[in-house]
């Protein structure tokens, strides 16, 4: 008569039931522990081309576990233990808790627990969270050695991986060219309420705000800011003018005044040659020449010389009163 075959024993999260094990087995503690002799390193060997990143992938960590698991007998078993999802911006944002179940041909079993959190803008995200709790499970469990950057480094090569969408846009309004430029300011601004993330809290210069009141309110410096410029230049320019105008201007009238007495000394010589021979004439000469300020303006002679136009005048009015006086 066949000899009965007993049942390996039942297991569950917690561990093995109280039922007999296939004691002629090792334990499940004693084959990992030869797995993580077996194991070989991981490095970050993905690159993101397009974003300019290295990454050490979920594959890397099944392919250097497969073969020493299955050397030794181990298998895997995942359980979502409970998970969240959100809507960020055009982001599916999945957060999820997973029990990873080793189990030994004993039937007993090691559970490790991961956390794995992912964004997608289609239906992608369960599987990115997923994937990224089972890459931190085998490493941490194994212990399977990485490169020279430490375990906790937080995947820091990483810019999107573990970033929100108003993370980018926060990258994108730190450069100078969006910061110092309105109307960059305005379309990242439009761009930002087209995702429906105005309202995300950032941290900003002045510490924990909105996307909108960073946004609106560094546009609003920024356009006080060239007000007062253009306040500054047209009062600069204003105060230009004016010393310019009082340098040219005072320059430009005694030159219109002086051209206006050699107009005015020519009219006078003008009508003196026609009253040259009427002393009462050529006395309101002399007043005329007094008043418009021209009666000291000296007048060429025909010897060559020059004489002022007053002593001229005055020389010719004594020399016709001495004429009358002898014809009398």
């Avoid at 009238?253 to 002393?279: I, T």
Wanted: proline residues 4%.
């Amino acid at each position: 008569m066949a000899n009965a075959i007993e049942a390996p024993a039942s297991t569950t999260a917690e561990g093995p039931t109280p039922h007999t094990q296939n004691q002629a087995a090792p334990s499940v503690h004693e084959l990992m522990s030869r797995v993580m002799r077996d194991v070989r390193d991981v490095g970050k060997n993905g690159e993101n081309k397009s974003q300019n990143y290295k990454f050490r992938g979920v594959d890397d960590a099944i392919g250097a576990l497969a073969q020493p698991l299955r050397d030794h007998g181990v298998f895997m078993t995942p359980e979502v233990l409970d998970f969240k999802t959100e809507l960020r911006g055009r982001m599916n944002a999945v957060m999820m808790r997973v029990a990873f179940h080793f189990y030994g041909p004993a039937g007993d079993h090691v559970t490790a627990i991961t956390m794995g959190e992912a964004s997608d803008v289609a239906d992608k995200a369960s599987n990115k969270a997923m994937s990224a709790a089972l890459k931190y499970a085998l490493i941490h469990t194994f212990m399977i050695p990485v490169d020279s950057k430490s375990l906790d480094d937080g995947d820091r090569d990483h810019p999107e991986g573990q970033r929100s969408a108003a993370d980018a846009y926060m990258e994108r309004l730190r450069k100078p060219m969006v910061w110092n430029n309105v109307n960059a300011l305005t379309a990242l601004h439009a761009e930002v309420k087209a995702d429906g993330l105005l309202g995300e809290t950032v941290y900003g210069p002045d510490g924990d705000t909105t996307l909108e009141t960073l946004i609106v309110g560094r546009g609003k410096q920024l356009r006080a800011e060239a007000e007062e410029r253009e306040a500054r230049k047209a009062a600069e320019a204003g105060e230009v003018a004016a010393q310019v105008a009082a340098e040219t201007g005072a320059a430009q009238e005694s030159q219109a005044s002086a051209a206006d007495g050699v107009d005015h000394l020519a009219r006078l010589r003008g009508q003196a040659v026609d009253c040259w021979d009427k002393p009462l004439s050529l006395a309101q000469i002399v007043l005329d020449a007094e008043k418009h300020g021209v009666a000291d303006l000296e007048v060429p002679l025909r010897n060559g010389g020059a004489l002022m136009f007053r002593e001229l005048l005055n020389a010719r009015i004594i020399e016709l009163e001495q004429q009358a006086g002898a014809a009398a």
